[in-house]
């Protein structure tokens, strides 16, 4: 109890064996309900409130020196692994609460740690917050200023920002996730030192982003963190692979706070289905297959731009179907491609942020999860390449080596043993070995350099295929697979799959063998929606793969297999 004079009061609440909240993989999330009354005199109840609060100190640490901008929690500085946030549909009161948990839920299960709420959105509503504060899941918050200049110069306009920023800070600052509040998206690249048509004046810019809303959120939430813009405090925003000519390899010429990238991919042929007839599907370049591209550089639309990367990397599909399968194997391609490289940099690299992590509707986009909530592949492969341990490799295809790097986000150092095994396309083995490795925590570190000369001299670079497994405590940690060719010059045989359906509590456990190497192999229900707990992996002839399947609807062991379908990077296209 205490008095309140002149309009304010301050009391001190003691917690007894407080527990902090950690983000996720670091923690657990305990979470603590504030309850306060204002009474009037005689003790009559006039007002109460309850707010949930997570006991933390969240730091943003700007670059300095060698090191990059990067989150620290509870003083230890962590790897920021996630997405972009934008809205997750274009009517908001479609929306529910039971739609955010599962998207978060989504994040949660691939190994993520941050979300970016990306300025060109809304504030979302506070399920969303709270399926953080729950998950662990780190917001970067962007007030709602994006890719566009602003009249800073009008005070009724800058008195109206001060009324948004003041409202969406003192509703949502007990959130123990948000991880930083952030003035805009991208602004700082369209400002000069003068206004014209396609650039704000700077000082306008420092006046609203530098200025008054860092004032409003040092007066409204002084605790919590603020930069005026993304990339203006020292993250990358990088689109040259997507809007620029480059290729996935570019990625690996950069470190720092990757906060944006991406590349796009199309949606799985269900999610096409909703938006097109038969005639629409004649190709991916068809009129309305083009209007749901939303993005083009040039005179070369989205879809053109995907099909161009495809065939630099793999072989033309054979279908209109294949062609939305292999999309989504090329877009998890190389984000996997930028995401391991910054693993292995750490700590010259301490965020990974693709974008983006969901849709605002069915079409074509860079998510990794569509707009029904179907996991594309490279939301299956997030979760490897953002596994707690990784075990990756840096390919050096003139010289056939790679560098092995191991790479651990866990809080104690840990031992482990890494196995090679170098097969040739049948899956035989050629060579392997393993070794003992240190896994020390939070750090990155080369731990061999494989060199492969030998073996690619008498079967050729793309005549090879090298696994890389790490075991630690008896269990597989992290797997990979290291190419010396581009996958388009493989030349892979029908692997042979033998299916084995079992009926468990959850569902149905789909075992897949193989009796040849089969890359990123899916299984697909033909006209229903399943959960599967895996999904584009390899499957070899010495390591069958077990798969939970859980259908959306109720589904018969008989029904479930003549539904089911397993393919893999050769049925994609012609053999």
């Given amino acids: ?21 950690w983000p996720a993989g670091m923690g657990e999330q305990p979470l603590y309900t504030v309850h306060v009354e204002l009474l009037g005199p005689g003790d009559v109840h006039i007002d109460s409130a309850d707010k949930r609060i997570g006991l933390r100190e969240l730091k943003m640490v700007l670059p300095q020196g060698d090191m990059p901008l990067h989150f620290e929690a509870n003083g230890i500085p962590y790897f920021a692994k996630g997405g972009n946030w934008i809205p997750c549909d274009s009517f908001n009161n479609r929306v529910t609460p039971e739609i955010l948990r599962r998207y978060i839920a989504d994040a949660k299960a691939v190994n993520m740690n941050s979300l970016r709420f990306w300025g060109g959105g809304f504030y979302e509503d506070d399920a969303l917050f709270d399926a953080c504060d729950e998950a662990g899941i780190c917001v970067w918050l962007d007030f709602k200023f994006a ?52 650039s704000m004046g700077r000082a306008d810019y420092n006046k609203l982003f530098k200025d008054l809303i860092a004032q409003q959120v040092q007066k409204f939430a002084p605790q919590a963190n603020y930069v005026s813009g993304s990339p203006d405090c020292g993250d990358t925003h990088y689109w040259e692979v997507w809007h620029g000519p480059k290729t996935f390899d570019a990625y690996r010429t950069l470190t720092g706070f990757m906060s944006e990238f991406g590349y796009q991919s199309f949606p799985e042929p269900k999610t096409v289905r909703a938006f097109t007839n038969e005639e629409d599907r004649a190709s991916v370049l068809t009129a309305v297959m083009k209007w749901h591209q939303r993005s083009g550089t040039g005179d070369v639309d989205g879809n053109t731009q995907m099909l161009q990367m495809m065939d630099r990397y793999f072989k033309t599909p054979k279908d209109f179907d294949m062609t939305l399968w292999l999309s989504q194997i090329l877009q998890g391609f190389g984000i996997k491609i930028g995401a391991e490289y910054w693993r292995q940099t750490m700590p010259k690299s301490m965020g990974c942020v693709f974008w983006q992590y969901n849709d605002i509707w069915p079409g074509m986009s860079w998510s990794s999860v569509d707009y029904f909530g179907r996991w594309k ?15 990756s490799a840096l390919e050096n295809i003139p010289n056939s080596s790679a560098e092995i790097f191991v790479t651990s986000d866990l809080g104690e150092n840990t031992h482990g043993r890494l196995s090679w095994n170098v097969t040739d396309l049948n899956g035989v083995s050629l060579a392997q070995d393993s070794m003992h490795v240190r896994i020390p925590g939070r750090k990155s570190e080369k731990v061999k350099t494989l060199g492969l000369s030998d073996v690619v001299k008498k079967h050729s670079a793309d005549g090879i295929l090298t ?19 581009l996958p388009k010059e493989l030349n892979l045989s029908d692997p042979g799959f033998d299916t084995t359906i079992d009926t468990s509590d959850e569902g149905y456990t789909v075992t897949l063998r193989s009796q040849k190497p089969a890359l990123w192999t899916w299984l697909e229900l033909d006209g229903a929606d399943a959960k599967f707990s895996d999904n584009f992996l390899h499957v070899t002839p010495d390591l069958p793969r077990k798969i939970l399947v859980k259908p959306s609807v109720p589904m018969g062991r008989d029904e479930l297999i003549s539904r089911l379908r397993a393919r893999s990077l050769v049925d994609t296209y012609n053999a």
């Fill in 147 to 198: 890719c566009s200049a602003y009249p800073a110069f009008d005070n009724d306009f800058l008195d109206n920002v001060s009324q948004e920023a003041r409202d969406n800070l003192q509703r949502l600052r007990h959130h123990p996730c948000i991880a930083v509040w952030c003035g805009n998206n991208e602004i700082s690249l369209m400002t000069k030192d003068d206004w014209s048509d396609k």
């Fill in 377 to 391: 592949a490279l939301h299956y492969m997030a979760r490897k390449f953002y596994s707690p341990i990784l075990v």
């Fill in 1 to 21: 109890m205490f008095d309140i004079a002149g309009g304010t009061g301050r009391c001190q609440v003691g917690i007894k064996n407080p527990k902090l909240w």
């Fill in 467 to 485: 696994w890389l497994s790490l075991e630690v405590n008896g269990q597989i940690a992290s797997e990979n697979l290291l190419l010396l060719a």
